[in-house]
């Protein structure tokens, strides 16, 4: 039996995982600056970043996008 692997950087990656990966990568402040929203800028948190993001779904392509493009910077 074949088992097929996704070639998409985000298959089996939850937004938690994502953030704590940016996060742990870039830190909240340079984060912010990569994407200037107010839950990176303002009293950052994982929780409340989280909250936001899975309301909005044009920050939360910005953050997955990030992430897709950190890793296949840091895989080259």
């Known amino acids: 039996m074949d088992k097929h692997i996704s070639n998409d950087p985000l298959h089996?990656?939850?937004l938690l995982i994502i953030l704590e990966y940016l996060v742990e990568?870039?830190?909240?402040?340079?984060?912010?600056y990569?994407?200037?929203i107010r839950c990176f800028n303002?009293?950052?948190?994982?929780?409340?970043?989280l909250k936001f993001?899975?309301?909005?779904?044009?920050a939360r392509q910005?953050?997955?996008d990030l992430y897709v493009d950190?890793?296949?910077k840091t895989n080259d």
């Not at 990568?25 to 912010?32: A, E, P, S, V």
């Not at 303002?42 to 970043?49: A, H, T, W």
């Not at 993001?53 to 044009?58: D, G």
């Open 25 to 32: 990568f870039y830190g909240w402040d340079h984060l912010g």
């Open 53 to 58: 993001l899975r309301r909005t779904p044009w």
């Open 34 to 36: 990569k994407i200037n």
């Open 70 to 72: 950190t890793i296949s």
């Open 12 to 14: 089996g990656k939850t």
């Open 62 to 64: 910005k953050v997955e």
């Open 42 to 49: 303002f009293d950052p948190s994982i929780k409340s970043s």
